[in-house]
């Protein structure tokens, strides 16, 4: 907490995307933002400790939560529209627990899909600990059916995976996707700069467990 406690007092970040938060209903929101200009917006885990993810955004941007169906409550997932002028990006975050049955993943799976019907550019950011899943190859590698679904989904929903560098030990499981992959210019050292023809000045920084894997930078490269 002390890590985050510095990072909001910083005010270095727009926008901040956290997985494993560890949140729950003994921290307030009041208590993680005390003296800050950032809002919250949060997924605790509930039914055990651990998990969670969690935005924290500065108050000057506008946000709408994307809600969901209470029967996908369990999932551990936030999605938001980012409102820019006349740009819109939505952004997905989501921890994938490691050890999901076919059940849970297909349940996470029909979730992300549900919050993902939109024409606007589309983020899918988090921790989804699928290490069989060779991203930095020609040929895919999953052997196992729940990796083999993902790969599935990712194709059908048109995604690009960005990380191509290990983000633990040798596998990249922490991954960034995007629905455009035009509108990214790089992505090295897990730095990403987008391109867009709108006022952008948003920096997008993602934690796992309060350490550092990459960021997302929004920056304004032409004008109207």
């Avoid at 956290?18 to 605790?44: F, H, K, M, P, Q």
């Avoid at 935005?55 to 980012?82: G, H, Q, R, W």
């Avoid at 059940?103 to 988090?126: A, H, R």
């Amino acid at each position: 907490m002390k890590e985050l406690e510095l990072l909001l007092k910083s005010e270095i970040y727009d926008f901040i995307l956290i997985c494993e938060t560890w949140l729950n209903s003994n921290i307030s929101d009041a208590e993680l933002l005390t003296g800050s200009v950032y809002n919250i917006i949060r997924c605790d885990r509930t039914q055990k400790s651990g998990g969670g993810v969690a935005v924290f955004y500065k108050n000057i941007y506008k946000i709408k939560s994307i809600p969901y169906p209470e029967n996908f409550k369990t999932v551990e997932l936030l999605a938001f529209d980012l409102c820019m002028k006349n740009q819109r990006f939505r952004f997905i975050l989501s921890y994938r627990p490691p050890n999901l049955n076919n059940e849970e993943n297909n349940l996470w799976l029909q979730t992300i899909q549900y919050v993902s019907q939109t024409d606007s550019i589309t983020f899918l950011v988090g921790d989804f600990n699928l290490p069989d899943i060779k991203w930095n190859k020609s040929e895919y590698f999953h052997p196992c059916s729940l990796c083999s679904d993902f790969k599935e989904f990712v194709d059908r929903m048109g995604l690009f995976q960005l990380v191509t560098q290990p983000t633990r030990g040798n596998n990249i499981l922490d991954l960034v996707f995007c629905t455009y992959k035009m509108c990214v210019k790089s992505i090295e050292n897990f730095h990403l700069v987008i391109i867009t023809p709108y006022c952008l000045r948003s920096l997008f920084l993602f934690f796992r467990n309060l350490n550092i894997n990459f960021w997302i930078i929004l920056k304004e490269t032409t004008t109207r």
